[in-house]
Antibody
Framework: QVQLVQSGAEVKKPGASVKVSCKAS????????ISWVRQAPGQGLEWMGW????????NYAQKLQGRVTMTTDTSTSTAYMELRSLRSDDTAVYYC?????????????WGQGTLVTVSS | EIVLTQSPGTLSLSPGERATLSCRAS???????LAWYQQKPGQAPRLLIY???SRATGIPDRFSGSGSGTDFTLTISRLEPEDFAVYYC??????????FGPGTKVDIK
């Protein structure tokens, strides 16, 4: 069965960086992309960006351009999201999701989420 | 950029009642690229509907989606206790690649 398992919670100081991992199993990793979505406490879902696991192409949300980098390691079927220059408003749960864009488009499987807390 | 608006913000209903949730886009959206998700507290979102009207694997048939162009609807025919949650619509576009609506909370009356 398809599973996305994310790394554990992180606590970071303002200005630091965080790198969250998302290990995929149960499907051919390079046949799909991965989108990253975050959710601040009590707020809605915010799309952060997408990476193709096939060729590493990326597409980032404009507001995060320059601070976020998404990568993949196809040898371990793992996707990574690094966010730099952290601010208090980056405190959120970060999700990875399998991104399907074929005849239909959807985020069909999600990781369990990783809480990132930014606090001095 | 296509903006999605969901209404109402909160829907207070009793188990067994019918829920009708609306998602309106600022520009026409391809039906193939419109999806709905359910999120319960402390859980990741779960895909309910894709292609505006197709149920995802394992989703009960009391959930249905409809609509086209700029107006889409998620209907829950008879609310079960486990259906009280927040529902998000989402669309794929060109820039940004995808956007979510602000969500509709369905709570117990």
């Amino acid at each position: 069965q398809v599973q996305l398992v994310q790394s554990g919670a992180e606590v970071k100081k303002p200005g630091a960086s965080v790198k969250v991992s998302c290990k995929a199993s149960g499907y051919t990793f390079t046949s799909y992309g991965i989108s990253w979505v975050r959710q601040a406490p009590g707020q809605g879902l915010e799309w952060m960006g997408w990476i193709s696991a096939y060729n590493g192409n990326t597409n980032y949300a404009q507001k995060l351009q320059g601070r976020v980098t998404m990568t993949t390691d196809t040898s371990t079927s793992t996707a990574y999201m690094e966010l730099r220059s952290l601010r208090s408003d980056d405190t959120a749960v970060y999700y990875c999701a399998r991104d399907v864009l074929m005849v239909y488009a959807m985020l069909d499987y999600w990781g369990q989420g990783t809480l990132v807390t930014v606090s001095s | 950029e296509i903006v999605l608006t969901q209404s109402p913000g909160t829907l207070s209903l009793s188990p067994g009642e019918r829920a009708t949730l609306s998602c309106r886009a600022s520009q026409s959206v391809s039906s193939s690229y419109l999806a709905w998700y359910q999120q319960k507290p402390g859980q990741a979102p779960r895909l309910l509907i894709y292609g505006a009207s197709s149920r995802a694997t394992g989703i009960p048939d009391r959930f249905s989606g409809s609509g086209s162009g700029t107006d889409f609807t998620l209907t829950i025919s008879r609310l079960e206790p486990e259906d009280f949650a927040v529902y998000y619509c989402q669309q794929y576009g060109s820039s940004p690649r995808l956007t979510f609506g602000p969500g509709t909370k369905v709570d117990i009356k």
